[in-house]
């Protein structure tokens, strides 16, 4: 089955057209302009910001950007807009990948960076309330005297909204799970401007459909995020991080698989393949051997942790692997993490001239070394620089593909690179994106995915956003 060609950092083609009247765009910024004083803004700096993300898709303007602080300036932002048929694009930091900010029919974004408070902890129950512009860093650092922690890290210091309305996960997802698993309850705006909250504080529900999990990962096509109820976990009494480097990936795999089945309540778990090691040394001034690599944590009691550590180290000494170190300095431990965090730059470091192309797929674990091996044979037939990372302990992986965007030969390559990677992961049994989302990017592999669940999709959309202003362009083409 082959997905139609779809690049993003094209033209946006094949959209349902979407008329948005300039008169209708000029009363609406004209009133928000009105009410919201210092905190809107129609210059271009700030609307080339506000519709760019992290990835390389080209920046695509809202009309204007405006900055609410709190749900009920949500809801009267939404209605103004509904009432004249502009499109609302909801932005929390801006670190997605596939383009999920922009604004390819114009339109409001709302800045959600204002509403950054922490709004209850309750301690005893783990869980607490935020609004969408906390990120996790920030949040982090409120719990930390209280013992508590929120595991998701998907790496960049994201907003919780944001990481709510992608479905991020990241590196703690093979213990702690994804914001799938993680969130408890949201306050919405819909489109049309109502205020719902689609669930209580309590562990389980049995009440009605799951409101929750619709909007999770609905990446701001369905409402606006205002509120955040989390699962929280108390800090570890300790935490060790381990390295181990192996022959081939087969045997690296092979050590997650059984450390998997075996029970290990392992933290993270990440594979890095040769070019990314060479990169992260290059980079981040490491030695590591460049080979194959895990970087793993474990968290839980003192004697935990080393068992832990142990385990890993006689599985991996099995399937071939050498070099185990570990360590529960807090230091070390912290470089070493800091190292995979900034691969993506390591990356851009191998080609300074070329931009990044970062996309990711995910398949069952049984799976992942054929995907990631046939993934390398195709990064070197295409005679591209494309390291590879992966959240392993999951099957998820990423390609970092290093392009000169202005080369249109070399752009078609990674292209097709793209899709048959994709496309492989599908075929066995995977997805098209393990976390970073659809966006406008994927649009295509959500039908070669799904199929005719898509119209299904399209008919909630539809039930949601009748006229669709609600982020229009992104997950589907309605």
Partial sequence: MNAKRFHPALSVTDQAPIQVSASAVAEVVSRLEAQFGERFSKTAAMRERFGKDESFHASVPPDAVVTPKSTEEVSQIVKLCAEHGVPVIPYGTGTALEGHVAALYGGISINMQEMNDVIEVHDEDLDVVVQPGVT???LNQYLHDRGLF????????????GMTA???SGTNAVRYGTMRENVLALTVVLADGRVIKTSRRARKSAAGYDLTRLFVGSEGTLGVI???????????EAISSAVCT????DSAVGTVINTIQYGVPVARIELLDEAQIDAINRYSKTDLAVAPTLFLEFHGSTQGVAEQAQVVQELAADAGGSNFQWTTNTEERNRLWQARHDAAYAC??????GEIWATDVCVPISQLAECIRETQRDIKESNLVAPIVGHVG???????????KEDPEENERAQQLHERMVMRALAMGGTCTGEHGIGYGKLDFLIAEHGEAVSVMRAIKQALDP?????????LRV
């Fill in 150 to 161: 929120f595991p998701i890290d998907p790496g960049a210091d994201a907003s919780i909204g």
């Fill in 136 to 138: 996790r860093k920030q």
């Fill in 226 to 236: 205002t509120e955040i109820t989390l699962k929280l976990y108390g800090i570890p």
């Fill in 246 to 249: 192996f022959p081939d990936l």
């Fill in 394 to 404: 999951d099957g998820n992986f990423h390609l970092v593909l290093l392009v000169d």
């Fill in 467 to 475: 006229d669709n202003i609600m982020n229009p362009g992104k997950i």
């Fill in 348 to 353: 851009k470091a191998l080609r300074p001239d």
């Fill in 166 to 168: 992608c479905r991020a």
